[in-house]
């Protein structure tokens, strides 16, 4: 693993510093006028539109013909800095040539970036988040304070090629590593997928109105070059808000983050309304939530190899006409209506995102509330082997109420757990199951004629969905044995989907825990837990063969082996799975 840590660091380190020449570009509008900054939105927007749709439509060259006409455009991009004149209209252009130049270069090396983290083992979304946290504490004082030194404005030509010099020497070091080849199946569902869409849209708009607010906090009551003494409170605040996604990052729930922001950036108006002017504390806050939307637009629902080009396109270009227009409104407004508009349209946004992204939402909130109650670590080959856009059952052992919450902090892709009707039918648990997580209901009966389970966990696996399935069929109610004999349905439901990934994995820890039948009833006369560790170990993906399905009292002894396997990632011994026996009595309760 560590050998692969090189070319991650350096293509990624690459990537930022090609961001970060587009900010020192863009870093002379600081408290320039709105019509100045909503040129250059335009000029970056279309630059990386033009570039990832050429891109896309040269997807049958090698992606290392791509770095020409990227080299290209930023040879233009930088020529602010050479010791001749300049036509105008190519000083203004720089914006759009650079990130033409950027969004090719990464078109280049996204797969070799994407390839070396899978190969590591680690999870592509919070390696973005990291990265794009060191990138804000590097780029924030060119973008909003490094103008007080006039460092910008004197050498912006000149650091912009020394920038664009380290993104090339930064892929060129990368490159001494041969690529990680990584094949996406042709049956696999193309980005973004149901899950996804939503993602890409919300994402958008919370990284459009992010800008918008950003661009919003140098126009009004600031200098026209503001300095350290009045930025620092937005800065203070966009790192501390960026922070956060960066920490809390499991991909499935770092869209929670939006609704979490709009009611940080609400609070802002309410100091700001309170006050009467545009305080440091009101920036401070407004900051928060403009890092917390920009970090998690930046690492949510990202695009993997095989993507349809529209939401593709969305994704980069729209957060910058969302900008555009909430920009274009607020100034057409006076200062008091336009601050009462964007508080509107905030609290709107807000109320629709928590709605609509209510899962991701909730969790997060338990995320963090419970951080200092269970410290949860995964390991494992599925980790990072958890295959996208195709149907995936994961399996597990069952020892508490919480098994779901835990796997879904570890689990880099969103899953539909199915949890029996002894849980699911409890007060207001029933509302969350239903209507925020999603969950399948699992009739608590023993001898059934019908499955109404069975059918809807068959219908997301046929929408290339994740489902959770704990084939013990009930949660453990003694310490021995550790596992009850697995049922019969999950062999039915792999017979009827074949193509079906299955991912084994085990739960260590639970025992004992408030959720779990140790010691009595779950949550009931029991101490809250506190700091107590919880280990997960996730298995490799694998395909059950036909002829083993076919003999189902097989199949559930190999099903339960894959998930005893899984302990041994842990340091755990690994049992035998029993034989299954037809007709065999059912494991005392």
Not at 278 to 291: D, E, I, K, N
Not at 322 to 345: E, H
Not at 458 to 485: D, I, N, Q, S, Y
Request: contains cysteine.
């Amino acid at each position: 693993m560590g050998q692969s840590l090189a070319p991650i660091i350096a293509h990624h380190a690459a990537a930022m510093a090609r961001r970060l020449a587009m900010l020192t570009a863009m870093a002379t509008l600081a408290g320039s006028p709105p019509p100045d900054s909503i040129q250059s939105l335009l000029l970056v927007g279309s630059g990386l539109v033009a570039g990832r749709f050429i891109a896309m439509a040269w997807r049958i060259i090698d992606r290392g013909a791509f770095l020409i006409p990227a080299c290209l455009a930023f040879v233009l991009a930088t020529a602010a800095s050479w010791p001749i004149d300049i036509p105008g209209p190519w000083i203004q252009a720089r914006f759009m040539l650079l990130a033409f130049g950027c969004e090719m270069a990464n078109a280049a090396m996204d797969p070799r970036r994407r390839g070396f983290v899978h190969l590591a083992g680690l999870p592509f979304g919070p390696v973005a988040a990291k990265f794009f946290l060191v990138e804000l504490v590097l780029g924030i004082s060119l973008v909003l304070s490094g103008t007080e030194a006039g460092v910008v404005q004197v050498f912006g030509g000149w650091l912009i090629s020394f920038m664009v010099f380290l993104s090339f020497a930064g892929d060129a070091i990368g490159c001494l590593w041969p690529a990680p080849t990584l094949v996406e199946p042709a049956e696999a569902v193309a980005w973004p997928d149901a899950d996804e869409k939503r993602s890409v849209i919300w994402a958008a708009l919370a990284s459009g109105m992010a800008v918008a607010a950003k661009l919003a906090l140098s126009h009004h009551g600031m200098p026209l070059h503001p300095g350290w003494p009045d930025m620092w409170p937005v800065i203070a605040g966009i790192l501390a808000g960026a922070i956060l996604p960066s920490v809390f990052c499991s991909p499935p729930r770092q869209e929670g983050w939006f609704p979490i922001a709009g009611l940080v950036g609400l609070a802002g108006f309410a100091i700001l309304g309170t006050v009467g002017h545009l305080c440091w504390g009101s920036r401070m806050v407004f900051g928060l939530a403009v890092g917390m939307a920009i970090t998690a637009a930046r690492s949510t629902a990202l695009p993997r190899g095989k993507v349809h080009p529209l939401p593709r396109l969305l994704r980069l270009g729209g957060p910058f006409a969302i900008a555009i227009a909430v920009t274009m409104i607020m100034d057409s407004l006076d200062q008091s209506t336009a601050i009462l508009t964007a508080a509107l349209l905030l609290a709107l946004a807000t109320v629709l995102c928590s709605w609509f992204l209510r899962r991701s939402f909730l969790e997060l909130v338990i995320e963090i509330g419970l951080t200092p109650v269970y410290r949860i670590k995964a390991i494992g080959p599925g980790l990072s082997r958890l295959p996208e856009g195709e149907p995936v059952l994961l399996i597990a052992n069952h020892t508490a109420y919480a098994d779901p919450f835990w796997l879904g902090s570890a689990v880099r892709r969103r899953f539909y757990p199915m949890m029996t009707s002894t849980f699911y039918d409890l007060p207001v648990i029933s509302f969350l199951m239903r209507d925020v997580v999603g969950a399948i209901r699992v009739p608590a009966v023993s001898h059934r004629k019908d499955a109404p389970e069975l059918r809807e966990a068959a219908r997301l696996l046929e929408g290339a969905r994740c489902v959770l399935v704990f084939p013990e069929g009930t949660l453990r109610k003694v310490p021995e044995p550790v596992m009850r004999r697995f049922g019969r349905g999950i062999v039915k439901l792999l017979a009827e989907h074949p193509n079906t990934w299955v991912v084994p994995a085990w739960i260590e820890g639970a025992w004992g825990s408030y959720f779990s039948e140790s010691g009595g009833r779950p949550m009931t006369g029991k101490p809250m837990d506190f700091w107590r560790p919880i280990r997960i170990g996730i298995g490799e993906p694998r395909r059950i063969d036909t002829e083993l399905l076919a003999n189902h009292l097989k199949a559930r002894a190999a099903l339960q082996q894959a998930v005893y396997d899984c302990r041994g990632l842990l340091g755990l011994d690994v049992p035998t799975a029993p034989p299954v026996i037809e007709n065999q009595a059912e494991d005392p309760a």
